[in-house]
């Protein structure tokens, strides 16, 4: 499977974007995916996560500003990120998990497929 990411850009502090991924197979239409984030000099890290039943997880530094969603008609996640800041400056990337893997996780390992990232730039 391939994962398209789109969606980045460049915002002022407490501007907000919206992120998607879509998957080329409909088989992973209700996969576990989730968002990781790398900034310059840093190690990728866990944003969020959406498991097949709809469940979701975030990180600290995110919750109360970032949403993720799925719609399964589409094949495609969103990460709604609101009231942005410089520290959100990194390339965000999606993932997902195997399609018949129905357990979420938070850890950049249990994900085997990833789109080719997309640079989300917050200026303060």
């Known amino acids: 499977v391939q994962l398209q990411a789109s969606g980045g850009g460049l915002v002022q502090a407490g501007g907000s974007l919206r992120l998607s991924c879509t998957a080329s197979?409909?088989?992973?239409?209700?996969?576990?995916m989730g968002w990781f984030r790398q900034a310059p000099g840093k190690e990728r890290e866990f944003v969020s996560v959406?498991?097949?039943?709809?469940?979701?997880y975030y990180t600290e530094s995110v919750k109360g500003r970032f949403t993720i969603s799925r719609d399964s008609a589409k094949n495609t996640i969103y990460l709604q990120m609101n009231n942005l800041r410089p520290e959100d400056t990194a390339v965000y990337y999606c993932?997902?998990?195997?399609?018949?893997?129905?357990?979420?996780?938070?850890?950049?390992?249990?994900?085997?497929?990833w789109g080719q990232g997309t640079l989300v730039t917050v200026s303060s």
């Open positions: 197979e409909h088989s992973f239409s209700s996969a576990v």
């Open positions: 993932a997902a998990r195997g399609a018949r893997i129905t357990v979420a996780t938070t850890s950049k390992q249990g994900f085997k497929y």
């Open positions: 959406i498991g097949w039943n709809g469940s979701t």
